[in-house]
């Protein structure tokens, strides 16, 4: 079936450093990837996503490439900031699928 | 326009009460959510409405009733929970079911005493 495997947190990072969550996946068709933000006390919000093998999706400074030969979809960010503090899911949506299915999450703190 | 807009925000509930949580969107979306989800966990699947009629239970008890009224509003009837049911309710659509991008609301926080 299909699955997401995602870096185990808590990440802990300093202002302006580079950020790097990993995220691995199982799928049986051509899936979606996708990453969702949720900052405290709120809902999960879409950050990015990528459709298809090569796609690299980016908003808010952060990036992720579609690696159908690693099965990754790794979320990377040059330079962090404190407002960035919140738990970061990566999921995968499949055609064959009737569930979005999400990695565990990793909590992601930014201090000053 | 991508946005889901749940109410309450806040509930608490006794365990004989009955209350529903409700959710909109008008972004013409075909499928609809409901997911629980437990503090430092991801959503879990509850409900998934596709054309107004109920596509997936994902063996969720009885005490949760979730509705579909029309194609813009989605709710869910509690009764007589538990207070294991205590969690943030997530609502959630998209453009249809399956490989489609999924928006969620800001959810409902639950408290069952």
């Known amino acids: 079936g299909n699955s997401v495997t995602q870096m185990e947190g808590p990440v802990t990072l300093s202002e302006e450093a580079f950020l790097t969550i990993n995220c691995t996946y199982t799928a049986t068709g051509y899936p979606s990837l996708f990453w969702y933000v949720q900052y405290p006390g709120e809902g999960l919000q879409l950050l990015l996503k990528?459709?298809?093998?090569?796609d690299k999706g980016s908003n808010k400074g952060f990036e992720a490439t579609y690696r159908k030969e690693t099965t990754s979809f790794h979320l990377e960010k040059g330079s962090v900031q404190v407002s960035d503090s919140a738990v970061y899911f990566c999921?995968?949506?499949?055609?064959?699928?009737?569930?979005?299915?999400f990695g565990a999450g990793t909590r992601l703190t930014v201090k000053p | 326009d991508t946005e889901v807009t749940q109410t309450p925000k806040h509930l608490v509930m006794g365990m004989t009460n009955k209350k529903s949580l409700k959710c909109e969107q008008h972004?013409?979306?075909?499928?609809m959510y409901w997911y629980k989800q437990k503090a430092k966990k991801p959503p879990e699947l509850m409900f998934v409405y596709s054309y107004e009629k109920l596509s997936i239970n994902e063996s969720v008890p009885s005490r949760f009733s979730p509705e579909c009224p029309n194609s813009s509003l989605l709710n869910l009837h509690l009764h007589a929970l538990q207070p294991e049911d205590s969690a943030l309710y997530l609502c959630?659509?998209?453009?249809?079911?399956?490989?489609?991008?999924?928006?969620f609301g800001e959810g409902s926080w639950l408290t069952v005493v």
């Open positions: 999921a995968l949506s499949d055609p064959s699928d009737n569930d979005m299915r």
């Open positions: 959630a659509s998209s453009p249809g079911q399956g490989a489609y991008t999924i928006y």
């Open positions: 990528a459709t298809k093998a090569d």
């Open positions: 972004m013409g979306h075909r499928a």
